[in-house]
């Protein structure tokens, strides 16, 4: 028993090493995952096909695994007798995911103790008695899925269904147990069952480090100019300086020391008065009143987890966005999906689109012109801060809207 016990662990670590490094879901809360399984068992136990069911604790250790405490339990009826046995077992679990383009999909590694009570057996001639009640290592290994279901996130946010099917050995070592032809049960266990997150995903926004002025060789690099020229001064971020704070940095201003508040062009000089409009939500303006820049953050805009919803909050600051297009009739705008580099850059792009399609579905049902709405998705392709920090990645996952068109004959 300990040379299998040895072997089934090897082996679970041996995978685990292998996938390191393989994106998982971005979800690491904590979690309980309940289960009903139905068990098609080796034929020398002597029973009917056993029901029962799980319950496990889990966390994710890293992008691509996580770990387990579990316990389950399995009743079976005996074959030619009102006899019932229950095998029930704890132990600890490993879920695998191997595979970038299907993070939803995992492998499972489990060992557990195992305890049998009223087993049916044989007495064979080198037995004096039946043994009914012993113990037992108890290894499954399986593959499993996690399928996103919305539709029970008034249970909790990200609650997924979770099939799951392991070949099982238990592997009790004991003559008199069962027919007695072997030291082992081989058996085929199917479950069914929930993924339950606990508390919530979100988390209260930080306030930003304030910049430190640096001009160096190897300073960081800025995202939204990723080839500055070495003799450029940057920030702490790596991103140019803008002194006089127009939203067109120090190297591209052609009108250097704009009175603040003062709308300006891609050069950075003043706009004339004709060409004012009116604000979006969070969009800074001048002493006029007037909107400045042509890309605005839709701070506020976010989604329920791992999908295309809108929340509440949200819905409020899209009609205010929707007033603004229908005041301003010539005004062509791109509604722009932007997400974090964790997850499948495949599957970010395609929930990036899913989300800009959504606020335009949403700006047309209040009235705006179809033909001043664009949704493009960029997915994680435009960082406007560092992947490798909490803060970044939320500041990337964004809905961005960009001026596209100010027409004069609407």
Known sequence: ????????????????????????????????????????????RMTDNGLGGQIALGKSLTRNLTFELSGFYDTYDA??????????????????????????????????????????????????????????????????????????????????????VVYRMDSHEEGS???????????????????????????????????????EADRPQCPAYPNLPSDVAVGADGCPLDDDADGVPNFEDQCPGTAAGIAVNAQGCELPLSQCRPPFPGEDTDDR????????????????????????????????VADVLLDE????????????????????????SERADAVVDYLLDRGVAPDQLEAEGYGETQPIASNDTEDGREMNRRVELRILETRDDV
């Open 1 to 44: 028993m300990v040379k299998r016990v040895t072997t089934a662990l090897l082996a679970a670590a041996g995978i685990a090493y292998a996938t390191q490094g393989v994106a998982q879901i971005e979800d690491d809360r904590y979690y309980i995952a309940p289960s009903f399984s139905y068990s098609v068992v080796d034929g020398d």
């Open 79 to 164: 074959e030619f007798s009102d006899q019932s046995g229950e095998l029930t077992g704890v132990g600890l679990a490993l879920n695998m995911f191997p595979v970038e383009e299907r993070s939803d999909f995992y492998i499972r590694a489990a060992l557990h103790y195992g305890e049998t009570t009223d087993a049916p057996c044989t007495v064979q001639p080198a037995f004096t008695s039946c043994k009914t009640d012993y113990d037992s290592v108890v290894f499954d290994f399986g593959a499993g899925a996690l399928i996103k279901a919305p539709f029970l996130n008034f249970i909790n946010e990200g609650t997924a269904i979770r099939p799951e």
């Open 177 to 215: 147990v069962g027919r007695g032809n072997g030291d082992a049960f081989y058996d085929a266990v199917f479950r069914i069952g929930l993924q339950i997150p606990l508390g919530s995903i979100y988390e209260e926004p930080k306030e930003p480090e304030p910049e430190a002025r640096v001009v």
């Open 289 to 320: 009143g007037c909107a400045m820049g042509d890309t605005v953050v839709l701070r506020g805009v976010t989604f329920n987890f791992d999908s295309a919803r809108i929340t509440p909050d949200a819905r409020v600051i899209l009609d205010d």
């Open 329 to 352: 009739p010539g005004l062509v705008v791109e509604i722009g999906g932007h997400t974090d580099s964790k997850g499948a850059s495949a599957y970010n792009q395609q929930l990036s």
